[in-house]
C-alpha cells in the first residue's frame, strides 16, 4: 500500500513519510505563533510599548516567520498546511478572543487569509524550480506573512489598543517620546528625563540658564529659583489649558496636553482619527517587519541545513509525469 502511494504520487518527495517530524514540526510552529500572539497582547493591552514588550515581539515575530517558512518548505500535505495555518491563526488571536469585535473577526480572516498566500506563494515556487531555492521560497513566503501580521495587529490596535483614549496609551506615548531624551539634553538640559516631575525639571533649567552661579549658590537661593522657574512654567502651560502639580512628570503634562487638543477637534475630524491610527500603525508595522524579514531567511537557512545535516530532512530528486496538451 505504501509503495502504490508512493508511486501514483511521484516518489517519496511527494509525500509527507515521517508524520512524526511532521506533527513535531507543526507544534513547533503553532507554539511559535502563541508566543507571538502573546506578546502582541502585551503590547496592545497590556499598557503600551515598553523594552520587554519590544524584546518579546521581536523574538516572537523571528520565531515565527522562521518556523512558518521551514513548515511551508518541509510540510508536503497541503491539508496539513491548511490545518496548521488554522491552528497558527487561532494560536495568534487566541488572547483576544474574550473582546470579539466585528474588527477582530475582520483582522482574524484577513490573518488566516494571508497565511494561506504565504503558504500558496511558497509551494509554487517548489513546484515551478528545477532545484530548491531556499531563499527564492522565502521571498515568494515571508512579505506575504509579514502583510498579514501587520494588518492583523494594526486593526487590533484600533479596536482594542486605545482602551478609550484618542490616540495611543500614555506608557506607548512615553516609550516613542523616550529616544529623544538624548537630543534635549545636548540642548543644555543635562538631567532632562521624560520621567521627572515638574520641580525637577524646573531645576534643571535653572542649572542651564544660571551655570555656575546655580550651582554655588545658597539652598535657599537655589530653591527660590526652582519656584520662581515652577511658577513660570506653570503660567505658560495655563495658556495652553494644562494645569499641572509638582508631582505630576513631564511626560505626564505633554499627554494630557494632546489629549486636550484631541478633544477640542471638532467631531467631524475624530471620526478621521482611527483610519490614521490604522495607516500609521499598519506602515510603522510593515516596515519593521521587513527589516525582520531581512533576518529570517538566512537564519531560517541555517536551521534548514542543520535539519539537513541532522537527517531529519533530505534532499532527493523527483520523478514526475504530467498531462500536456499538443497541438497535431
Known sequence: MAEDLLTRGGGQSSVDVSRVRVYGMST?????????????????????????????????ALLFLIAFLLQVLLVKSMKIQMTVVGLEAVSLALFFFASWSWLFLLAFVLLIGFLSLGVRGGKREIENEMKVSFFKIARHTVPKVITGLSLFVSILYVAFGSSGSPLIGQDTFLAMVRPSEPIVRGFGLKDFSWDMTAPQFAQSVAEFQYGSAFAAATPAMQSQAVAQITSQLRAQAAQYGVVFKNTDTVGGVFY???????????????????????????????????????????????IFQLLL????????????????VVVG
Open 28 to 60: 513547533v510552529s503553532v507554539l511559535a505563533a502563541l508566543f507571538f500572539g502573546f506578546g502582541i497582547r502585551e503590547m496592545i493591552l497590556g499598557g503600551g510599548l515598553n523594552g520587554g514588550n519590544v524584546t518579546m515581539n521581536v523574538a516572537g
Open 309 to 324: 545535516a541532522s537527517g531529519f530532512a533530505h534532499i532527493q530528486l523527483e520523478q514526475r509525469s504530467r498531462e500536456v
Open 256 to 302: 494630557a496636553y494632546m489629549v486636550g487638543q484631541y478633544n477640542s477637534l471638532p467631531t467631524s475630524y475624530k471620526s478621521w482619527i482611527p483610519i490614521a491610527v490604522f495607516v500609521l500603525t499598519f506602515l510603522t508595522v510593515k516596515g519593521l517587519g521587513s527589516i525582520a524579514g531581512w533576518f529570517v531567511a538566512p537564519l531560517g537557512y541555517i
